[in-house]
């Protein structure tokens, strides 16, 4: 299994106690300069380095990572998050099934503002997969690309999931927001950012968020949530429609 890392020593120690069974557990770390290292040396996980740059995200680090596994098969975990035991003995199990695909979706249980969310169907995440052949892209709140089958793992199997352990507050949000939403711009480069998509988008995502993902079944956490995925959307596309502003001031000399 392999776990990005940057500054990741406040939930570090919870999320490496639980995956001591792997047959490897390989940190891939952006030069933190907290404890981050001292927490996996002691582990005794394998460390590769990965610079950080001006990156503001760990995509462009996970492909890296990846290769640097020395399984066949690779399970992908955030420093926040823990790994039950139950999900590791679905996987071992599931990748002794001929029928095995190459990649799993797996269900990831959320905080928000001091709460789990009970939404926990609406979140999936392609995190397990065959190495070869796999590749993830360098643009933030991207999925890798498996070359073959991916399915999603059922709810119903019981605890069969990440539990993610952060928690963050409005103003964290909010800084990611504005770092995350450069990176955004870039992704999107190309799509048309009229005055219709700065309001459409934004609603779209909250109906997605608070309706689809069922978020109303959170109360005001999740109302709040999908105001917030909202808010994400508008700056995304009020950067885009402010680079094209820019962008023709410097063609019109």
């Avoid at 106690?17 to 952006?30: G, S």
């Avoid at 927490?39 to 462009?60: D, L, W, Y």
């Avoid at 823990?82 to 959320?110: F, K, M, W």
């Avoid at 955004?184 to 909250?206: M, Q, T, Y």
Wanted: glycine share 4%; hydrophobic share 40%.
């Amino acid at each position: 299994m392999v776990i990005n890392t940057r500054n990741a020593a406040q939930h570090l120690e919870r999320v490496l106690a639980c995956v001591q069974d792997f047959d490897e557990v390989l940190i891939c770390d952006m030069e933190s300069t907290d404890a981050t290292l001292d927490i996996a040396r002691a582990h005794h996980c394998r460390i590769v380095m990965f610079p950080k740059g001006e990156h503001n995200s760990a995509e462009p680090a996970r492909n890296f990572a990846i290769q640097s596994a020395s399984s066949e098969w690779v399970l992908v975990v955030d420093a926040d998050e823990l790994v039950t035991s139950e999900l590791r003995n679905y996987l071992y199990r599931r990748i002794q099934d001929p029928d095995c695909p190459a990649g799993l979706y797996i269900p990831r249980h959320n905080r928000f503002m001091g709460h789990y969310t009970r939404s926990i169907a609406q979140d999936h995440q392609l995190r397990f997969f065959r190495k070869e052949g796999t590749t993830w892209p360098t643009h933030v709140h991207t999925f890798p690309i498996v070359k073959g089958k991916t399915e999603r793992i059922p709810v119903r199997e019981k605890n069969v999931r990440f539990i993610h352990l952060a928690d963050e507050s409005i103003s964290q949000l909010l800084q990611k927001t504005d770092r995350y939403t450069d990176d955004e711009v870039l992704k999107h480069a190309g799509r048309r950012n009229s005055i219709w998509a700065l309001c459409l988008r934004p609603a779209w995502r909250f109906f997605r968020s608070y309706f689809l993902k069922l978020g109303f079944l959170d109360g005001r956490p999740g109302l709040v949530q999908a105001g917030m995925a909202a808010l994400y959307q508008f700056v995304e596309v009020a950067k885009a429609i402010e680079a094209d502003e820019r962008s023709k001031q410097v063609s019109n000399g």
